[in-house]
């Protein structure tokens, strides 16, 4: 991707997002699946991070919860901080795209 210039759109989200998002689907969606899904999510962003793949930031997850799309937009920056982007770069887009 990164040699090619093609953006990375995550669409990540944190795990109290996701555990929304499952209790308001009444989904049987384990709480470990849900981890196990945002470890996966977080180790991708950082591997295409330090690849040098550039990131723009983009969401859907306000399409299945009842929260705001504000909320939800919060909820994928904080990811990207949880994934180990320091909030300097997540905020002033200086290694993201």
């Known amino acids: 991707m990164a040699e090619k210039g093609v953006y990375l759109v995550p669409t990540d989200g944190t795990y109290d997002g ?37 990131i723009v930031y983009g969401s859907d997850l306000y399409l299945y919860t009842p929260r705001s799309i504000g909320i939800e937009a919060k909820n994928s920056l904080v990811s990207y901080f949880e994934a180990g982007i320091p909030v300097n770069e997540v905020f002033t887009n200086r290694n993201l795209q």
């Open 18 to 54: 996701y555990n929304s998002i499952v209790e308001f689907s009444e989904s049987n969606i384990s709480d470990e699946d849900i981890k196990g899904f945002v470890t996966t999510t977080k180790q991708r962003l950082l591997k295409a991070v330090k690849a040098g793949v550039k």
